[in-house]
């Protein structure tokens, strides 16, 4: 208990203290140590004891830079009602989500290879250091492997394939477009990126929009599903964009009625790429893998020269990624891609050295060694952010909205993604929240498509505390102020658990995940628990307070 009382009073001095950003990882890995020495049986623990710190502060909106160099990531998140009118100035309750293991890379992003163009970009929008998995990606992919890219949830993937993609075309390319023929009389599509969702697939479109900058962000085109086909094509015909980043359904809609001309493609993106694997996409993904980028007449410049049969052809490089790489992705990777490497955050391997029971797991030592030889064939190579805490509280189904509530007031979390597995009872879920005070609103694929954006865009703006949504959430979704997820009905399997926990702890913050399960289901997490290589620690609330059930182990 001195412990802690200790770290808290030291923080407010520390935090604002010009040090390196090496000596903060240290200094926030001693108050984890010191946290760990904490008796969780008398004190109560909450996201602030977590680690987790509120202050009243005055903030303009604007949104917060990454600036490792300065200080730890903030991020501003409104508790509730401002504690003063006024037009110009809103009083928010200001988080302060500590970094627990940042996964920034001692490289900068000069030493990576990327034109100074981009630079100036990533400097603009306040990326100063690449991560753990950027630095490895980057380097790979401009050198024109075809990659398998995996990494836990929130450890910036998405920078790790756009980067080099933007090195490459788009108006910040390494030669300018206006000094080449070739390239200046080109028109078509260089990069086409899929993602399983319309949320994902915008989400990566402002991403790109962001690097390109306000003057040359129509070189980037959305293609989602849900939005207006012919607005898409006109667009296409009329803004003449580089990349296009869309749903697999509405890519390969538009490609088949002649108006998305791919064939000379450079790369081709599958994020999230075991979920494009899925039964539902299909037939969409067997277009898009057979046109994009197969009758390629490149330049030299762009192109890659194949070896073996394909020696004279030109194709396509084909980047994966993903947080969980089960054994049929890298089956698969293996078919679709050119000899693919498998870039992680430590290390880069063929692709065939990577067997089921190999180095797919070498992230994850708990979960490798306890799954049986043949468990491990479909095991996942799953990869939590290790700043995540998990924890299970028992609660009989009709009771669950209420452990909920009582959940959210115990962490005192303020911004909460609950998963749930079914519509309709997802709607009962956000009216019992709302009649009890907790602004919730709803967010699932039978919603259109302006309910869905108003949603998520109060949810991300701290205007709704509770985000109850399904599966749709689980991939991709970044909301860095997010500090909690619970699981109101468990999930499938260790990959859909690994997705959903992802929402929060995102780029080495801290998170809290607590899954609601029956008596019955305990075991259930149990088996999540031994695939994960992660412990999930009972729990319940009582009195407003989370109190362990059993011992607590803290890897
Ligand atoms: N080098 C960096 N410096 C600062 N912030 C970064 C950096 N790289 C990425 N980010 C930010 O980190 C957040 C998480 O990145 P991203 O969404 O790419 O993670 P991810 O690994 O793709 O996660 P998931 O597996 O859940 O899709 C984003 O808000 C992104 O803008």
């Known amino acids: 208990m001195s412990a802690l009382v200790s770290t808290r009073v030291l923080l407010p001095s520390l935090f ?47 949104r917060q830079k ?86 836990y949830t929130g450890s910036g993937k998405t920078l790790a394939y756009l980067l080099p993609i933007l090195s490459i075309v788009g108006p910040l390319r390494k030669n300018s477009p206006e000094n080449s023929d070739e390239l200046g009389k080109k028109m ?10 319309r949320e994902l697939g915008m989400q990566i479109v402002r991403e790109v929009e962001k690097l390109l900058g306000p003057a040359e962000k129509r070189a980037v085109q959305q293609l989602v599903g849900g939005a207006n086909r012919s607005r898409q094509e006109e667009a296409l015909k009329k803004n003449k964009p580089s990349i296009v980043v869309g749903t697999p359904g509405r890519i390969a809609e538009i490609s088949a009625a002649g108006k998305l001309h791919t064939h000379n493609c450079r790369f081709l993106v599958l994020d999230e790429v075991d979920e494009l694997l899925s039964f539902n996409f299909r037939e969409d993904m067997h277009r898009i893998l057979e046109h994009v980028g197969r009758r390629s007449s490149l330049g030299q410049n ?12 030109v194709e396509r490089q084909t980047i994966m990624v993903s947080a969980t790489v089960p054994f049929s992705v890298i089956r698969a990777a293996r078919s679709w891609g050119n000899n693919p490497l498998l870039v992680q955050s430590q290390k880069i391997i063929p692709l065939e050295a990577a067997t089921p029971s190999g180095p797919l797991n070498i992230s994850n030592p708990i979960a490798r060694s306890s799954e049986s030889p043949s468990s491990q064939d479909e095991a996942p190579a799953v990869s939590l952010p290790p700043s995540l805490k998990h924890y299970y509280c028992i609660s009989k189904l009709q009771h669950k909205v209420d452990t909920l509530r009582r959940c959210i007031h115990a962490l005192d979390a303020n911004s909460v993604i609950a998963f749930m597995n079914n519509t309709k009872q997802l709607k009962d879920a956000v009216f019992k929240l709302e009649a009890r005070g907790i602004k919730a609103l709803e967010l699932h694929g039978d919603l259109g498509k302006l309910a869905r954006s108003t949603a998520l865009k109060k949810f991300k703006s701290g205007e709704v505390r509770v985000l109850v949504t399904n599966e749709l959430s689980a991939r991709g979704l970044d909301v860095a102020e997010c500090d909690l997820v619970v699981n109101l009905d468990l999930p499938t399997d260790s990959v859909h658990y690994a997705h959903r926990a992802g929402r929060t702890g995102r780029l080495g913050r801290k998170g809290m995940v607590v899954s609601l399960c029956e008596e019955s289901e305990v075991f259930v997490v149990k088996k999540m628990q031994k695939q994960l290589g992660v412990v999930i620690t009972g729990c319940d609330f009582v009195e407003g307070k989370l109190s362990v059930i059993g011992e607590e182990r803290h890897t």
């Open 16 to 62: 604002f203290q010009r040090t390196t950003f090496l000596s903060r990882i240290s200094f926030f890995n001693t108050s984890t140590v010191l946290l760990s020495h904490v008796d969780s049986k008398n004190v109560p623990l909450t996201l602030t004891s977590l680690g987790f710190k509120s202050e009243l502060v005055e903030t303009n909106n604007k």
């Open 66 to 151: 990454y600036k490792q160099d300065v200080s730890p990531i903030k991020t501003s998140i409104g508790e509730g009602k401002p504690l003063r009118s006024s037009k110009s100035k809103v009083v928010l309750t200001k988080r302060t989500l500590e970094l627990e293991t940042p996964p920034f890379a001692s490289h900068s992003f000069s030493e990576l290879g990327l034109p100074p163009s981009l630079l100036q970009r990533l400097e603009c929008e306040g990326f100063n250091v690449p991560t753990d998995v950027q630095s490895a990606a980057i380097p790979t992919i401009l050198k024109n492997h075809d990659v398998v890219i995996q990494s």
């Open 188 to 197: 078509e599509i260089e990069a086409v990126i899929v993602a399983p969702s």
């Open 302 to 313: 762009a192109g890659r020269a194949l070896k073996g049969p394909l020696e004279k052809r």
